[in-house]
């Protein structure tokens, strides 16, 4: 069965750092692999996906994940940190095309001035 | 391009009432999803509607939710008796075609329930 584990439910960060979200994914088939992001009290906003194309993906608002077979991985990484980024980041893989996501648990992203 | 429209915002409901959610989705989009998230986890999902037919129900509690797309376009999802632990936000998303590449699906701003 598919799931995705997200390691740590909390990370902090200095504004200007580097945002460092990790994802490990299961899947017994090629996975599609999205990156959401959710701002207190809205819905979830697509990052970035990937679709079995490039294995580095860029996103909006500067993110972009890398995804590795071998480690299966799928972290999302942004070079500086803005305030603004301040929000819960979601995991998740597409079961089949078209099919339900399964989310990881989040992680909550703190910028720190 | 509007997005995926969801009301109400917010419902407070005691125990064993009953309560409705409305969703309306992207003009165009033939898949529409429930999803229910429950404070510090990710969502899950409820159903899938393909048009107007049930794609996926193997998580909804059909004691006590159902829903419906009756012509393919908007979606309701109904709690009947509802209990605690159905407090959560409830998500509707929608997405272009089953089976398009990737399936991306996109988010309205969901529905915070309170069961007292």
């Given at each position: 069965a598919q799931s995705v584990t997200q390691l740590g439910s909390h990370v902090s960060v200095s504004e200007g750092a580097l945002v460092l979200l990790r994802c490990n994914y299961s899947s017994s088939v090629p996975p599609y692999l999205f990156w959401y992001v959710q701002y207190p009290n809205q819905g979830l906003q697509l990052l970035l996906k990937y679709t079995s194309a490039a294995t580095l993906v860029k996103g909006i608002n500067g993110f972009e994940a890398e995804f590795k077979k071998s480690e299966t991985s799928f972290h999302l990484t942004k070079p500086s940190a803005h305030m603004s980024d301040a929000a819960e980041y979601f995991c998740a893989v597409n079961v089949n095309q078209g099919g339900k996501l399964i989310f990881g648990q989040g992680t909550e992203l703190s910028v720190k001035p | 391009e509007a997005g995926v429209a969801q009301s109400p915002r917010y419902k407070i409901i005691e125990k064993r009432q009953s309560v409705a959610f409305w969703c309306n989705p992207i003009s165009g989009h033939a898949t529409l999803y429930w999803y229910q998230q429950i404070l510090?986890?990710?969502?899950?999902?409820?159903?899938q509607f393909q048009?107007?037919?049930?794609?996926?129900?193997?998580?909804?509690?059909?004691?006590?939710?159902?829903?419906?797309?009756?012509?393919?376009?908007?979606?309701?999802?109904?709690?009947q008796p509802a209990k605690l632990e159905d407090s959560a936000v409830y998500l509707c998303a929608s997405s272009f075609l089953a089976g398009a590449t990737g399936g991306t699906q996109y988010f309205g701003p969901g529905t915070r329930l309170t069961v007292l």
């Open positions: - | 510090g986890q990710g969502p899950k999902l409820l159903i048009n107007n037919g049930v794609v996926d129900d193997s998580q909804l509690p059909k004691d006590r939710f159902s829903a419906e797309r009756l012509k393919g376009v908007d979606s309701t999802l109904k709690i």
